[in-house]
């Protein structure tokens, strides 16, 4: 009977993600903090395990961009039917906020001036048996330009992209987003 490597992958990849929580909190203040359990099926935990393994991040690095009125901007996730933050996957050799700005160019095409971080999530995902965690790093981003947002996914994941005062019923962590703004906006 072969052995099974995925507890052994969970553990390097926590041992990732330890570091990149560590390196984030030395080099950013005041950055709001939260955790969040998934459980995923098997082979979506080996995906996951991977990223995390590879980058610390398993959903990557994302923006919350916004305007002096108060607006957040939002893409919409075809790949999971939710309002979302711009933001994705960490390239090789790419920092967070590298590949923050990349997904923001990407999928909304407005300028913007990063202010810091503004959150991380520390995610501990499991599956059966197996857990792990990583982190998502959510970079602050002030609108230098009113023009509307101009999608160039090249994945063709992100359908729309809005700026929304009321954010709508449908966005991912919607609670942790108000909380961010009702601290840092208010």
Same mark, same amino acid.
């Given at each position: ?44 935990? !080996?995906?996951? %395990? #991977? &990223?995390?393994?590879?980058?610390? @991040?398993?959903?990557? /690095? ?34 967070? !906020?590298?590949? %923050? #700005? &990349?997904?923001?160019?990407?999928? @909304?095409?407005?300028? /913007? ?74």
């Amino acid at each position: 009977m072969p052995i099974d490597d995925t507890w052994f992958l969970a553990q390097r990849a926590e041992q990732t993600a330890e570091r990149a929580y560590h390196r984030i909190s030395d080099t950013h203040d005041d950055f709001v903090e939260f955790s969040r359990t998934r459980h995923v099926g098997r082979n979506r935990f !080996r995906t996951l %395990a #991977e &990223r995390i393994e590879e980058t610390g @991040a398993p959903f990557g /690095a994302h923006t919350i961009v916004y305007r002096p009125s108060g607006e957040l901007l939002l893409v919409r996730h075809d790949g999971v039917d939710l309002w979302v933050l711009p933001g994705g996957g960490v390239e090789t050799d790419e920092t967070y !906020r590298e590949a %923050a #700005e &990349r997904e923001l160019d990407e999928e @909304a095409g407005v300028d /913007a001036d990063y202010c810091g971080l503004a959150m991380v999530t520390r995610i501990t995902v499991r599956s059966g048996p197996y857990e792990t965690r990583g982190v998502l790093p959510v970079f602050a981003a002030d609108a230098t330009d009113c023009t509307e947002p101009e999608i160039s996914d090249p994945d063709d994941e992100i359908s729309a992209a809005q700026w929304f005062h009321d954010l709508p019923d449908d966005t991912r962590d919607r609670d942790d987003l108000e909380q961010w703004r009702n601290r840092v906006l208010a």
